[in-house]
Nanobody, 115 residues
Framework: QVQLVESGGGVVHPGGSLRVSCAAS????????MGWFRQAPGKHRELVAS???????NYADSVKGRFTISRDNAKNTVYLQMNSLKPEDTADYYC?????????WGQGTQVTVSS
């Protein structure tokens, strides 16, 4: 059993920053792949950033240079630091963990970037 809980979403002005967190509990020892997805109204779900147990990271082109994914193994938590936010970053953000694929998902947290 794995449970993921996101937090940290909210409303921010363009150019602002926000950090969302994903706290995991349960049997997560074999979960080697961690990622953040987002889905905006009328759009498909998009992989924003990922990080492996070995520390390798990957980012969508749209957020590269602005977003940073990180982890704190002691706290079983993955973070997504979002800087220089743009209105097009507005979406529901979901945390996902898995072994070979993303098997476990959080409920999501809303991020709204608006003036």
């Amino acid at each position: 059993q794995v449970q993921l809980v996101e937090s940290g979403g909210g409303v921010v002005h363009p150019g602002g920053s926000l950090r969302v967190s994903c706290a995991a509990s349960g049997s997560i020892f074999s979960l080697n792949l961690m990622g953040w997805f987002r889905q905006a109204p009328g759009k498909h779900r998009e992989l924003v950033a990922s990080i492996t147990s070995g520390g390798s990271t990957n980012y969508a082109d749209s957020v590269k240079g602005r977003f940073t994914i990180s982890r704190d193994n002691a706290k079983n938590t993955v973070y997504l630091q979002m800087n220089s936010l743009k209105p097009e970053d507005t979406a529901d953000y979901y945390c996902a963990w898995g072994r070979d694929e993303y098997d476990y998902w959080g409920q999501g947290t809303q991020v709204t970037v608006s003036s």
